[in-house]
């Protein structure tokens, strides 16, 4: 049965929030992105010259090696927290429960964000600065999971022989396989994280962080691989299954609980959501690379560039493409969905449950 919910927003001030929200999003994403280029060009003066006097001063280094500044890490915390909101709004009204490593990682990403607030103003704080790296650099994790989750669930909505025939894994052991890779690299970047923190073990645990990268991006790269070649078979071994049409503008949009068919929307979605995702893992092996003192770990603006920036407009494409809204179908749609009668009439079905 399509889900309903008892509160529903008025059509046209549907519209109007939508149009609203895509408005101010696209906006804060154009000044994010600009004022983090400003950002990376000036760090290396600013950073200098912020070390420097606090050497005067206190004669000693900041934990991080440079003073992390306020304004980047507000924006990027209202920015994950906005999105954040806008999926636990999804997942109380539409679910399901498998998508909370969605809004428990946005929400631990928001509050690793907000704690660069106070680390910029107690930079010597050691336990401020180990919680903030490791809820940065561990939050990610639970992104991956999220599409992990995703593949078998939407492979399996089309029907359980297409999803056998056209994944190179069987659906029930990707969840598993790619998790348990994901819980693995999660504790060897936290120890090293943890480790890179004490001057003594900064250069071992910088070590021990880059390989827990390292097997990450192996990992999560093996899984793009995967839900790439899972399109193209169903392309070609199944095209009715592959011909389904609908406008994205239709579907689009922050506040909609409809269900669709054309899980194709949700497929390139998260091929979108994974070339931010390699694109921050591969920042991340660069900047451990260069050690404690490199240039990409004490110039903050590569960081917002690379890795927050990346993976918050990947995350966020979830704000209006909720993905229990394309794979949560009924029973009857799910075991018959690959024949070109049941597609047919599964978009009829939907057109009269939106209309």
């Not at 998790?179 to 060897?188: L, N």
């Not at 770990?297 to 960081?303: I, P, Q």
């Not at 969905?337 to 079905?349: D, H, K, Q, T």
Request: aromatic share 12%; charged share 15%; with cysteine.
């Amino acid at each position: 049965m399509p889900f309903t919910t008892k509160h529903q927003f008025p059509q046209s001030s549907l519209d109007i929030r939508e149009m609203f929200c895509k408005q101010v999003s696209l906006v804060l994403a154009m000044f994010y992105g600009a004022a983090l280029v400003v950002a990376s060009s000036e760090g290396s003066n600013l950073n200098s010259r912020s070390i420097s006097d606090i050497e005067t001063r206190d004669s000693t280094r900041p934990i991080a090696g440079f003073i992390m500044k306020v304004w980047p890490a507000v924006i990027g915390a209202a920015l994950y927290g906005i999105s954040g909101l806008l999926h636990w709004i999804h997942f109380f009204r539409v679910g399901q429960r498998y998508m909370l490593t969605l809004t428990i990682g946005m929400t631990l990403m928001t509050i690793g964000l907000a704690l660069r607030i106070g680390v910029s103003h107690s930079p010597y704080s050691l336990t401020l600065y180990i919680v903030e790296d490791l809820l940065v650099l561990l939050s990610p994790c639970a992104f991956l999971a999220t599409d992990y989750i995703l593949l078998s669930r939407l492979a399996n909505s089309l029907g359980r022989d297409i999803a056998d025939d056209c994944l190179l894994i069987p659906s029930r052991r990707i969840t598993k396989i790619f998790v348990w890779s994901d819980v693995i690299t999660f504790w060897v970047q936290a120890s090293g994280g943890g480790m890179s923190a004490s001057e003594s073990l900064s250069s071992a645990g910088t070590t021990v962080a880059m390989v827990g990268l390292v097997l990450q991006l192996v990992s999560f790269a093996l899984f793009t691989c995967l839900l790439i070649s899972f399109g193209f078979r169903v392309r070609t071994k199944y095209p009715d299954a592959w011909d389904v049409q609908s406008s994205v503008l239709s579907v689009a949009g922050p506040f909609k609980t409809s269900t669709t068919t054309n899980w194709k929307i949700l497929y390139y979605t998260m091929c979108l959501t994974c070339t931010g995702i390699l694109t921050r893992c591969a920042f991340r092996i660069a900047e451990f690379a260069g050690g404690y003192n490199g240039y990409l770990a004490t110039h903050e603006g590569y960081f917002f560039l690379l890795d927050t920036l990346p993976l918050w407009i990947a995350m966020s494409l979830y704000c209006f493409f909720w993905p229990s809204r394309f794979i949560n179908q009924d029973e009857k749609n799910v075991q018959v969905r690959g024949s070109p009668f049941s597609l047919v009439e599964a978009n009829r079905n939907n057109d009269n449950y939106t209309s």
